[in-house]
């Protein structure tokens, strides 16, 4: 396994609901100290990271397509970042998957987690992906 696991994919309706997990394996990625997307692909298209958390400075993000239905959060205790996903739309369906980013202070943080998004350039640290698929 590598240092990035997700889990909790899996096929619900639209309108249903998901909480994947992202779990970090320890040194080098300690979620505490890191800045963490979560990332999607559907067939054919570009990736697009939906989420990102920079829990040490308060910070969030979430891309138009899914904000006020997806929430990340993390658990600094067991080194795991979620996503719950809420009112699911067939459009939601892709891999998805988390990665994560040296975030140890201000300046690798701003630089990780802009006010546009993830720069996933600074990102290091990838999961395998789950696969998330709604149905209409």
């Known amino acids: 396994q590598g240092p990035l696991v997700e889990s909790g994919g899996g096929s619900v309706q639209a309108g249903g609901s998901l909480r994947l997990s992202c779990k970090a394996s320890?040194?080098?990625?300690?979620?505490?100290?890191?800045?963490v997307a979560w990332v999607r692909r559907t067939q054919g298209k570009e990736q697009e990271a939906v989420a990102g958390?920079?829990?040490?400075?308060?910070?969030?993000y979430y891309s138009d397509s899914v904000k006020g239905r997806f929430s990340i959060s993390q658990d600094d205790a067991t080194n795991t970042v979620y996503l719950q996903m809420n009112d699911l739309e067939p459009q939601d369906t892709a891999t998805y998957t988390c990665?994560?980013?040296?975030?140890?202070?201000?300046?690798?943080?701003?630089?990780?987690?802009?006010?546009?998004?993830?720069?996933?350039?600074?990102?290091?640290?990838w999961g395998q992906g789950t696969q998330v698929t709604v149905s209409s």
């Open positions: 990665a994560a980013a040296p975030c140890l202070g201000p300046p690798q943080a701003r630089a990780a987690l802009t006010e546009s998004g993830p720069n996933l350039r600074n990102f290091y640290y």
């Open positions: 320890g040194d080098p990625v300690i979620v505490s100290r890191a800045c």
């Open positions: 958390i920079h829990s040490a400075g308060g910070t969030t």
